[in-house]
């Protein structure tokens, strides 16, 4: 029995994990030498890729996560099911903090997919890595922006 229920099927999850991994070559990381791939599942079953892209001004530096989800949103994707990622050396390379804030926007409960160091895969919950995410119901609860005046 698995460890959890998914939402993809472990053909599914292997195929998105592939897809990052053969997106991962293209990956610009000359700084760090730390090249990620990373997949994206949309709800109407596109998968986006993506890589990180460093910068000489490091700070500017955009991981492979977002470059894929950016990638989906530019395409009209707003639902995403799950993002496969994969670093070096076949182990686990989990999404940064602003990676995870980034994605949470388009699907709270998407499924993280991940190398696991045993040449198979490790499934998370995005809601899981990131507890108390913000969110844009938090904006909608808010109720209109104040004026400056009104602060
Ligand atoms: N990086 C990613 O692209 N995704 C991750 O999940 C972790 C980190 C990148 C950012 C930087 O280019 C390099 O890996 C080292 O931090």
Do not use: W
């Not at 894929?68 to 390379?93: D, F, M, Y």
């Not at 995410?133 to 009104?150: I, S």
């Amino acid at each position: 029995m698995p460890a959890r229920n998914t939402l993809l099927t472990a053909e599914s999850s292997t195929r998105l994990l592939a897809a990052a991994r053969a997106a991962r070559p293209a990956a610009y990381a000359p700084y760090s030498g730390f090249a990620v791939g990373a997949a994206v599942l949309a709800r109407d079953g596109r998968v986006f890729c993506g890589v990180n892209v460093e910068n000489a001004s490091y700070g500017a530096t955009l991981c492979a996560e977002r470059a894929a989800a950016a990638s989906a949103i530019a395409s009209g994707v707003r639902e995403i099911l799950a993002v496969a990622v994969v670093g070096p050396g076949g182990k686990p390379c989990p999404p940064c903090g602003i990676c995870r804030q980034f994605l949470v926007e388009f699907g709270p409960s998407m499924e993280i997919i991940l190398e696991d160091g045993r040449g198979g895969l490790e499934v998370h919950e995005l809601a899981e890595l990131l507890p108390g995410a913000f969110l844009p119901q938090h904006l909608d609860e808010a109720g209109p922006g104040e004026t400056e005046a009104e602060r």
